[in-house]
């Protein structure tokens, strides 16, 4: 039996591990990305993974989960925000196969996140499941019939750009904006607040971040309810660090939910948060592999 190396990229951190191919993950490790060092540091830094792992035994594939935006076909990311400088052309899928001799696949990490979700998460089995993160900014994957949906350019489901009616969907209802609103409100700088710390205020009584968490969940009603009516999902599961707090979150999503959408679409789209945690990319990159290697 063989195993496949598989590596989930961030803007913060590098996880990576093996899986067999049973769909155990075998081992898991973090090393920091130091993404302001650009496009080829992370290229080393795969390659001595992969490298190690090479050494030790029968690697089958090296998958790989990505931040940016990625073409899957020729396993290259051909764009990138400045967080991550000189990174779009970086070419993981021909420079790892040629040094390597081992067939190597690479997707985007919230469509591997979202894939993740459809193959062993809360939206397996649905026909068609919209899956968001919600964090820095706020990304989106569509999953029809096990399949990750990627447009005309590989650039489908970029929610997160969505126009409403205050601005762009993750610069009103994103982790960031969030923090961002209850700083302003407390006349703090923003490096005081994290999202941890306003649903822990919150729950004590703080009505700025209770306005904060109110106003979040409204503008994520409106950004999902679009969605929900161009592409008509069974299912959107939410994911993203602050996306745990679901038991504050989960009831109020579904009332902005129901506000915004007609009754006959409310009543037959589920609401999930995401299964897999940190481990989402690494089983995203997987199920890439062996949905291109059938």
């Given at each position: 039996?063989?195993n496949y190396?598989t590596i989930?990229?961030?803007?913060?951190?590098?996880k990576?591990?093996?899986?067999?191919d049973?769909e155990?993950?075998?081992?898991?490790?973090e090393?920091?990305?130091?993404?302001?060092k650009?496009?080829p540091e992370?290229m080393?830094?795969v390659q001595?993974i992969?490298?190690?792992?090479?050494?030790t035994g029968?690697?089958?594939?090296?998958?790989?989960?990505?931040?940016?935006?990625?073409?899957?076909?020729?396993?290259?990311?051909?764009?990138?925000g400045?967080?991550?400088?000189?990174?779009?052309?970086t070419?993981?899928?021909?420079?790892?196969e040629?040094?390597?001799?081992?067939?190597?696949?690479?997707?985007?990490?919230v469509n591997?996140?979202?894939l993740?979700?459809v193959?062993s998460?809360?939206?397996?089995?649905?026909?068609?499941?919209?899956c968001l993160t919600?964090g820095?900014?706020?990304?989106g994957c569509?999953?029809a019939?096990?399949?990750?949906?990627h447009?005309f350019?590989?650039s489908a489901?970029e929610v997160?750009y969505l126009?409403?009616?205050?601005g762009?969907?993750?610069?009103v209802a994103?982790?960031?904006a969030l923090?961002?609103?209850?700083a302003?409100l407390?006349?703090?700088d923003p490096?005081?607040?994290?999202?941890r710390?306003?649903?822990k205020?919150?729950?004590?009584?703080?009505?700025?971040?209770?306005k904060?968490?109110?106003?979040m969940?409204?503008y994520?009603?409106?950004?999902?309810a679009n969605?929900?009516y161009?592409?008509?999902?069974?299912?959107v599961i939410?994911g993203?660090?602050?996306?745990g707090?679901?038991?504050?979150l989960?009831?109020?999503?579904?009332?902005?939910?129901?506000?915004a959408?007609?009754?006959s679409?409310?009543e037959?789209t589920?609401?999930?948060?995401?299964?897999h945690?940190?481990t989402?990319g690494?089983?995203g990159?997987y199920?890439?592999f062996?949905?291109?290697?059938?």
């Amino acid at each position: 039996m063989g195993n496949y190396v598989t590596i989930d990229i961030g803007g913060t951190n590098i996880k990576y591990g093996l899986i067999d191919d049973k769909e155990t993950l075998v081992e898991a490790h973090e090393i920091p990305t130091e993404a302001h060092k650009g496009g080829p540091e992370i290229m080393r830094k795969v390659q001595k993974i992969v490298a190690d792992y090479a050494q030790t035994g029968s690697i089958e594939g090296i998958c790989i989960s990505s931040a940016g935006m990625v073409d899957p076909d020729k396993g290259e990311i051909f764009y990138a925000g400045p967080q991550i400088p000189n990174y779009a052309g970086t070419q993981f899928k021909k420079a790892l196969e040629e040094e390597f001799s081992i067939p190597c696949e690479i997707e985007n990490d919230v469509n591997c996140a979202g894939l993740a979700e459809v193959m062993s998460g809360h939206g397996k089995g649905a026909k068609i499941a919209v899956c968001l993160t919600i964090g820095t900014g706020i990304g989106g994957c569509l999953v029809a019939d096990g399949q990750v949906f990627h447009g005309f350019s590989n650039s489908a489901c970029e929610v997160g750009y969505l126009h409403l009616p205050d601005g762009a969907f993750q610069d009103v209802a994103s982790t960031t904006a969030l923090v961002q609103y209850v700083a302003d409100l407390h006349g703090d700088d923003p490096s005081l607040w994290n999202g941890r710390r306003i649903f822990k205020e919150a729950t004590e009584g703080n009505t700025f971040c209770i306005k904060g968490i109110d106003r979040m969940v409204g503008y994520l009603g409106q950004g999902i309810a679009n969605i929900c009516y161009v592409v008509n999902p069974e299912i959107v599961i939410l994911g993203g660090g602050i996306m745990g707090q679901e038991a504050i979150l989960r009831p109020r999503i579904q009332a902005a939910l129901k506000a915004a959408l007609v009754p006959s679409i409310a009543e037959k789209t589920k609401l999930a948060f995401a299964y897999h945690q940190n481990t989402a990319g690494m089983f995203g990159a997987y199920y890439h592999f062996k949905n291109k290697h059938q």
